[in-house]
């Protein structure tokens, strides 16, 4: 029997706005039915929150016509107007920004303060884009002969199928589709089936914002029927792009969808972040940081720190602080509770996996400080693992949950060396008050972002990506655009000197 959370016999409705709880496909600026649906449930309780239209590869070969048909009238728009439609969009999410975060905590399960923060972050990109859009420059290149100019010119690359996660289901498509909008692409946007409700949410708000039909289609599907509607849109000869975020398993999959039709690709992959803490590190910051990083999310995120390397002089301090945090800040509960930092983990396959990678650490010596048990559902209690060591599974492949293993070093060289004995590289974080150290490790350390003495680093402005095999490109920053345009070179000849 596990331990029980009695807030879950509790009844939470989901009460928002009547426009903004949609179930159906949006394809070519109209509700879509498909044959079937599948449900989506609330991951804290089970139950049911909506029915919704479980499209097939018929659906998707529509949206993609859709998007491919309104391109051509979507790339003459001006950037300007490009711009003021953007931004119309972002000012309505930001006055729907309670009703957006309902719907997050209720199909994903994050707290609703972490929810509020989702929106207010997803908007982020749709307004940093409407300011991109009307920044998309070319170059005018010194020729070597007299009588011809040349130019470069960048164009948008037509359309892009987005397939997005459930960790994030509104800001991981905006940061995506602001970039494609503002490019002048259209998309076609395949949510997971776990967090369907907030992507048509943001359709319907497309639409009020008067986003053109056709430029944002969303192909809502089931698990059963992702791999079908995946392969349509990472092959059909209408789709010139492709921009996915989840695990490296299937992004090598879809890469080898689109190499056939050879497609720009996009991939936000998986992480698996190491977090170290120096003996010159503000030990209140790096705790402060700690908590942060891992948990967000209840640890569900493809940025938090995954493994942490505690050097030997601060490392048992650390240790004491950090469970003392731990059990001060963390509450585990149902997302709509005010009180509740911790939700429940997608769903019971995301459980069994910290209980297993737990057991397997504790079998080869690991100790639990704090945690270690699972909860009613898809809940689990935040767990402090000491002496852990390498060789364990919680240090060798990414967690995505509530899990902290502590490992102890000696030196800087040792720690980096742990860090980046891995075949993915997304975020890492290490605290530390030496400026020669920061520097060093800051190079050495294989990622593709690094926060120094700061556990949360993602914001519009800053290039988000990983190296390795945690992906392909960036997206925000002014570099966001680029996957998305295309460098076309124009020589314009035979010119009287």
């Given at each position: 029997?596990?331990?029980?959370?009695?807030?879950?016999?509790?009844?939470?409705?989901?009460?928002?706005?009547?426009?903004?709880?949609?179930?159906?496909?949006?394809?070519?600026?109209?509700?879509?039915?498909?044959?079937?649906?599948?449900?989506?449930?609330?991951?804290?309780?089970?139950r049911e929150i909506a029915s919704v239209s479980n499209c097939g590869p018929r659906e998707a070969e529509a949206a993609v016509r859709a998007a491919y048909a309104a391109f051509q009238e979507w790339k003459r728009r001006s950037a300007k107007e490009r711009s003021l439609l953007l931004r119309k969009w972002y000012e309505l999410l930001t006055q729907h920004k309670e009703d957006l975060a309902k719907l997050i905590t209720a199909e994903c399960g994050k707290p609703m303060k972490e929810s509020l923060g989702e929106v207010a972050y997803s908007a982020s990109f749709l307004e940093w884009f409407s300011e991109e859009a009307r920044r998309v420059y070319g170059d005018i290149v010194p020729s070597p002969a007299k009588d011809r100019k040349i130019l470069l010119l960048k164009q948008p690359v037509g359309v892009a199928s987005i397939i997005t996660p459930w960790n994030f289901p509104s800001a991981m498509i905006t940061r995506k589709v602001g970039a494609a909008l503002a490019a002048g692409c259209t998309v076609v946007v395949k949510p997971a089936e776990d967090t369907p409700l907030s992507a048509l949410a943001l359709a319907e708000l497309a639409a009020q914002a008067g986003v053109?039909?056709?430029?944002?289609?969303?192909?809502?599907?089931?698990?059963?029927?992702?791999?079908?509607?995946?392969?349509?849109l990472c092959t059909d000869p209408l789709v010139a792009k492709v921009s996915f975020t989840g695990s490296t398993a299937t992004g090598k999959i879809l890469l080898k969808h689109a190499a056939d039709t050879i497609k720009k690709v996009s991939m936000e992959l998986g992480g698996h972040a190491p977090f170290i803490v120096f003996d010159s590190a503000d030990l209140d910051k790096a705790v402060a940081g700690a908590m942060a990083s891992k948990f967000r999310n209840s640890g569900q995120t493809c940025v938090c720190s995954n493994r942490f390397l505690v050097q030997s002089g601060i490392h048992d301090r650390f240790l004491e602080r950090l469970g003392k945090a731990m059990d001060s800040e963390l509450r585990v509960g149902h997302g709509s509770e005010p009180s509740t930092t911790q939700g429940p983990l997608i769903d019971v396959r995301a459980v069994e996996k910290v209980e297993h990678q737990i057991a397997d650490a504790v079998a080869q010596g690991a100790t639990v400080l704090r945690g270690g048990q699972r909860l009613e559902g898809s809940f689990m209690q935040p767990t402090l693992l000491a002496n852990v060591t390498t060789d364990m599974l919680c240090t060798r492949e990414e967690t995505f949950g509530p899990l902290v293993p502590v490992l102890k070093f000696d030196k800087e060289e040792e720690a980096l060396a742990i860090a980046n004995a891995s075949q993915v590289?997304?975020?890492?974080?290490?605290?530390?008050?030496?400026?020669?150290?920061?520097?060093?490790?800051?190079?050495?350390?294989?990622?593709?972002?690094?926060?120094?003495?700061?556990?949360?680093?993602?914001?519009?402005?800053?290039?988000?990506?990983?190296?390795?095999?945690?992906?392909?490109?960036?997206?925000?920053?002014?570099?966001?655009?680029?996957?998305?345009?295309?460098?076309?070179?124009?020589?314009?000849?035979?010119?009287?000197?």
């Open positions: 029997m596990l331990p029980g959370l009695p807030m879950l016999s509790r009844d939470y409705s989901l009460s928002i706005s009547a426009d903004l709880l949609r179930t159906r496909a949006f394809i070519d600026g109209r509700w879509v039915s498909a044959a079937s649906s599948f449900p989506v449930v609330d991951p804290a309780t089970g053109p039909a056709g430029v944002f289609n969303v192909v809502p599907c089931s698990r059963d029927r992702t791999p079908a509607v995946g392969e349509i590289g997304l975020a890492g974080y290490f605290f530390s008050r030496d400026i020669d150290q920061i520097w060093r490790v800051a190079e050495q350390l294989e990622v593709g972002m690094v926060g120094v003495n700061e556990g949360l680093l993602s914001t519009p402005e800053a290039a988000f990506g990983g190296v390795k095999q945690s992906g392909l490109g960036r997206e925000g920053s002014k570099y966001g655009m680029e996957d998305y345009l295309d460098v076309k070179y124009m020589c314009f000849g035979g010119l009287t000197p």
